[in-house]
């Protein structure tokens, strides 16, 4: 039973307010609201016996009521401990409109930078550490795993690899063939495809194709996982997700790519050999003694060492984008996205730091 009395701008709620007594209130208080002149109106529950979850949305409605202004008064302690737990009159959203000036946002981004740099050094370290602990002590790790990343890994990116390595050397060996075929130099198309292969377009190119197929993989496991909490299952089972997860996948991959790469090379060469035998007109003895006349151990070296940072590239990058992954399918997916861009990115920088490192570093004869 409730009951409403009503002095001026003040009005008395009395007994019980719950929910079988909120629709005869509602229609009472409404008609006391717009009927009163006051713009303030108190409400005293001093009387109020009990109250449940409908009673205070009760409350909360009328405190909304429109051209009114509108507070609760004496208020009994377990009446208002009640309204303390399950209003929602205390759940506040604060929103700034004033834009951030240009030194807050640059901060803003350099310390964001900063800290998902340290968060990348220290994964490179974790990788790094349980990769080389994990050649001598096989505890935490899947049995199998191993090989079943190098044919994830290897095994099954070697026809697109061996595909897009020899177009690259049949487009480069033409587009070179043009221009020496000029001069008379038809030999040195061998010289041009032999070095290039090596050193930069067969490694490079391997690495492209292994971040967009591999590296993207690496990251939607990991992000998956991380939405699934699975990750979080693996610490309760006190397993490292680094040792579980990445590290098979570190050492396949520091594995397979050096052997992509020679692949990558043997079949862009064999691409040049087609375009300098069908379209130069040299023999296939000529072609041969001119690469091996030009090509030297250095450069098998070169290619192989930039192979191996590209692999460890894409793998720590993976993970770190599968890591930081937020939000259910949609975060995965951008996750996955960021994973393979950055892949590339950073191949690129690492080929460039390399070249120069390698170019200024090579011996003078």
């Known amino acids: 039973m409730i009951e409403f009395l009503i002095s001026e701008n003040t009005f008395f709620i009395s007994g019980e307010l719950k929910m079988e007594s909120i629709k005869s209130a509602w229609e009472k208080i409404n008609k006391l609201f717009q009927d009163n002149k006051h713009s303030t109106i108190l409400i005293d529950l001093s009387n109020v016996t009990t109250i449940d979850s409908a009673g205070i949305a009760f409350l909360d409605e009328i405190k909304l009521f429109p051209a009114k202004q509108v507070q609760l008064i004496n208020i009994p302690p377990t009446i208002q401990q009640a309204i303390k737990s399950f209003s929602s009159d205390k759940v506040t959203t604060e929103t700034s409109t004033r834009r951030p000036i240009m030194f807050e946002w640059l901060g803003n981004k350099i310390y964001n930078s900063i800290q998902k740099f340290i968060e990348l050094l220290y994964l490179t370290a974790d990788i790094f550490y349980w990769s080389i602990v994990g050649l001598f002590q096989r505890k935490g790790q899947r049995e199998g795993s191993f090989i079943q990343q190098s044919l994830l890994i290897g095994v099954e990116a070697f026809l697109i690899v061996a595909l897009i390595s020899f177009l690259i050397g049949l487009i480069l060996a033409l587009q070179a063939a043009a221009q020496l075929r000029q001069f008379g130099a038809n030999i040195f198309v061998a010289d041009l495809i032999g070095i290039s292969m090596l050193r930069e377009m067969g490694p490079i190119m391997t690495a492209i194709v292994v971040a967009g197929r591999s590296g993207s993989a690496i990251a939607s496991e990991v992000a998956t996982m991380v939405v699934t ?137």
């Open 229 to 365: 909490e699975e990750v979080d299952a693996l610490k309760t089972m006190a397993l490292n997700p680094i040792r579980y997860i990445i590290v098979p996948k570190f050492h396949a991959i520091t594995v397979t790519m050096p052997l992509l790469t020679i692949l990558s090379d043997l079949v862009g060469i064999l691409g040049g050999f087609i375009i300098g035998v069908t379209y130069l007109q040299l023999s296939a003895a000529a072609f041969y003694n001119e690469l091996m006349t030009v090509l030297i151990l250095r450069d098998i070296f070169i290619g192989l060492a930039k192979s191996v940072v590209f692999a460890w590239i894409i793998v720590i990058v993976g993970c770190y984008s599968g890591f930081q992954v937020k939000g259910g399918a949609e975060g995965v997916g951008k996750a996955t996205t960021a994973s393979v861009v950055a892949s590339i990115f950073f191949v690129i920088i690492a080929d460039s730091i390399l070249g120069l490192i390698f170019y200024f570093g090579q011996p003078v004869y």
